[in-house]
């Protein structure tokens, strides 16, 4: 992990959250959102929605511990890196890799029901994969702990479709060598939209 790769991080989620304010979707049906995250002055388009804004995230070294000595796995430390960033509900690329919601007080629950709830954690976490992201609406995407590297524990992101999670042997598409690789490709498609358009 170098400065350079910490900084793609802060501008991808920087623009990604310039580009959702800017279009003014930033609201979620959440009457008891934190009073920290409120956007009192956000466009709201349904009387159910409550707007948000992002903050500076409090997640903190102790966090991330806990989180990976409940899964025994190591997490990449760019993507401690991003968890440590910023407080946010939505966060989607371009590409359709969609982050988790990441409030301020609920974001390590939000994680432990995706590793133990959303899916059989024996298929993913069992496995070695870390799933922190939807792909679009059917698959998961996970860190393959399985082929990290000592340095930094960054290693390859990979794509399960959630409809072929118990097939053996477990079919899975890797979208790109690392962590790091990934958040540069989502920053360039930032940059330069047009040229990953179809």
């Keep these: 992990m170098t400065p350079d790769d910490i900084s793609i991080v802060h501008q991808f989620v920087d623009d990604a959250l310039d580009s959702w304010h800017g279009a003014g979707v930033m609201n979620v049906p959440y009457p008891d959102m934190p009073t920290e995250m409120r956007d009192e002055a ?25 989180l990976e000595d409940r899964i025994n796995l190591r997490y990449p430390d760019l993507y401690k890196e991003f968890l440590q960033y910023k407080h946010f509900y939505d966060l989607w690329s371009q590409k359709e890799i969609n982050f988790f919601s990441h409030g301020i007080y609920d974001w390590k629950e939000e994680l432990f029901d995706r590793y133990f709830n959303s899916w059989d954690p024996a298929k993913l976490i069992g496995q070695g994969y870390i799933y922190f ?19 930094d524990g960054d290693c390859p992101i990979i794509m399960i479709d959630h409809d072929l999670l118990y097939d053996e042997p477990l079919p899975m598409e890797t979208l790109y060598p690392s962590f790091a690789d990934m958040m540069r490709s989502l920053r360039e498609e930032q940059i330069n939209p047009t040229q990953y358009e179809d």
């Design 42 to 66: 956000g466009v709201v388009h349904d009387s159910d929605a409550v707007s948000w804004k992002p903050i500076p995230s409090t997640a903190a070294d102790s966090d991330i511990k806990e």
């Design 133 to 151: 992201a939807d792909y679009s609406d059917w698959g998961m995407v996970c860190f393959d702990t399985n082929n990290q590297n000592q340095e």
